[in-house]
């Protein structure tokens, strides 16, 4: 069954101060492409459901943007398929903020199979990082988030480095 945003609820927690969810959802048979994989369309909606979930802990949810016409948008990502998932696949999506300031939010979603998503030496099946920027729908621009989200996000910030795969950009050929 797919989760809206805001029906997401965490199963489990990260560990950050803020417990940001761990997002799970099943892979769907009409989610498989003609290698009976799930197809790719499918991960980054997977992945976009774990943020939806993130911005409903973070106080970005239905209510705050109905309220505000402010809204989180991604403006960049970088998506890595790693493994191959199939069909009825329990995915699990932890979710890592890897830095913030007043209009921005650089973050990574890992997509597990199962629960590799509690093993310290579990590998990823795909990963996600995004740049989003808080954004007034109205005017069109950014402007900053709101003083008790700006908090919750630095306090969810993970502690060290950014996995090492973070940042990097497409390889060349």
């Not at 489990?12 to 417990?19: I, K």
């Not at 990082?129 to 003083?147: C, N, S």
Request: charged share 20%; proline share 6%; aromatic share 8%.
């Amino acid at each position: 069954m797919t989760q809206t945003a805001e029906a997401a609820q965490p199963a489990e927690t990260t560990g950050t101060a803020v417990g940001l969810p761990v997002f799970r959802e099943a892979v769907r048979e009409d989610w498989l492409d003609y290698n009976g994989h799930l197809s790719e369309a499918f991960y980054v909606l997977v992945f976009g459901y774990a943020t939806d979930a993130m911005m409903v802990r973070i106080g970005l949810g239905g209510a705050y943007r109905e309220q505000s016409g402010c809204s989180l948008y991604t403006v960049e990502a970088h998506v890595r398929y790693l493994r191959e998932v199939g069909s009825g696949a329990e995915l699990a999506i932890r979710t890592r903020i890897l830095g913030t300031d007043s209009k921005k939010v650089r973050f990574v979603h890992e997509m597990f199979v199962g629960d590799a998503v509690n093993d310290p030496e579990g590998e990823p099946v795909a990963t996600e990082e995004l740049f989003a920027l808080h954004v007034d729908k109205q005017g069109g621009h950014a402007t900053p988030l709101p003083p008790e989200v700006q908090q919750l996000l630095a306090a969810a910030t993970a502690p060290g480095p950014a996995p090492e795969w973070a940042g990097r950009g497409i390889r060349t050929v």
